[in-house]
C-alpha cells in the first residue's frame, strides 16, 4: 500500500519564526513523485513543488525550501521566516501508478499552519 | 490563478436533488481529475478522464457520474444527494495522463445539500 503521513496536523508559530511541515511517505514504486501544494483560507490549492525520487536534491524557492530523504522516505517542507500570509493547509502528496502507465495522486491529511502576528 | 475553471463557485440544494458541476481545464491539458474534499475525508479522488476516456476511478459513489466532452471540459453530475454529499468539489487539469504531470486545480465548487 502506498501512503502520506503528515503528523503534524496543527502548528501555530509567531510571524518571522521559522517552521518544518512533515511528510513521511510508504512506496514500492522505484520511480514516484511527491508534490506539496497550499490551501489558504480562501480554499483553492495551489501547487508548490514536484519531485521525481531521482532527484534528491533540495530545492529552495524564496522562503521555502524542501528536503527530500529517501533514506527516509521523508519530503520536509520549511518555511523561513514565516508570514501571516503563509497561514493555510499544506498538503503532501504522493504519485502511484493507476491502470497502467497512469498515476493518481495519495494525499496526505494535511497540515494546518496558523502564522500569528 | 491556475487556468482551470470551475462553476458554480457555490451550490444550495436539498436532499434528494441532482446537481451538475462544470470544470474547463487549462488550455492544452488533456486530462481532468475530480476531487471530493470533507472536513471528515480529507481530499479524496473520485475520477480521471483524459481526451474524453475515463481513464481512472477513485472513491466515486454511483450516484455521480462525470464525462468529459470533446471540447475538453468535463461535468460531475451528482444524484440522489443525501446531506454527507456536502463537500468542496474539485476540478484539476493536467497535460498528459501518461506521465506524472502537474495537476493544476481550479477554485472549487462548494456544494451544500440541506
Known amino acids: 500500500a502506498q501512503k502520506v503521513t503528515q503528523a503534524q496536523t496543527e502548528i501555530s508559530v509567531v510571524e518571522k519564526e521559522d517552521v518544518t511541515l512533515d511528510c513521511v511517505y510508504e512506496t514500492r514504486d522505484t520511480t514516484y513523485y511527491l508534490f506539496w501544494y497550499k490551501q489558504p483560507p480562501s480554499g483553492e490549492l495551489v501547487f508548490l513543488i514536484r519531485r521525481n525520487s531521482f532527484d534528491e536534491q533540495n530545492e529552495i524557492s524564496g522562503r521555502y525550501s524542501w528536503n527530500f530523504q529517501k533514506s527516509t522516505s521523508s519530503f520536509n517542507f520549511t518555511i523561513t521566516a514565516s508570514q501571516v500570509v503563509d497561514s493555510a493547509v499544506y498538503f503532501c502528496?504522493?504519485?502511484?501508478?493507476?491502470?497502467?502507465?497512469?498515476?493518481?495522486?495519495?494525499w496526505g491529511l494535511g497540515t494546518s499552519l496558523a502564522v500569528n502576528p | 490563478d491556475s487556468g482551470v475553471t470551475q462553476t458554480p463557485k457555490h451550490l444550495i440544494t436539498a436532499t434528494g436533488q441532482r446537481v451538475t458541476l462544470r470544470c474547463s481545464p487549462r488550455s492544452g491539458d488533456l486530462s481532468v481529475y475530480w476531487y471530493q474534499q470533507s472536513l471528515d475525508q480529507g481530499l479524496q479522488f473520485l475520477i480521471q478522464?483524459?481526451?474524453?476516456?475515463?481513464?481512472a476511478k477513485g472513491n466515486i459513489l454511483e450516484r455521480f457520474s462525470a464525462q468529459q466532452f470533446p471540447d475538453l471540459h468535463s461535468e460531475l453530475n451528482l444524484s440522489s444527494l443525501e446531506l454527507g454529499d456536502s463537500a468542496l468539489y474539485f476540478c484539476a487539469s493536467s497535460v498528459d495522463s501518461g506521465r506524472t504531470d502537474t495537476q493544476y486545480f481550479g477554485p472549487g465548487t462548494r456544494l451544500t445539500v440541506l
Open positions: 502528496a504522493l504519485s502511484e501508478f493507476y491502470a497502467g502507465n497512469n498515476r493518481k495522486l495519495i
Open positions: 478522464y483524459y481526451n474524453g476516456e475515463e481513464r
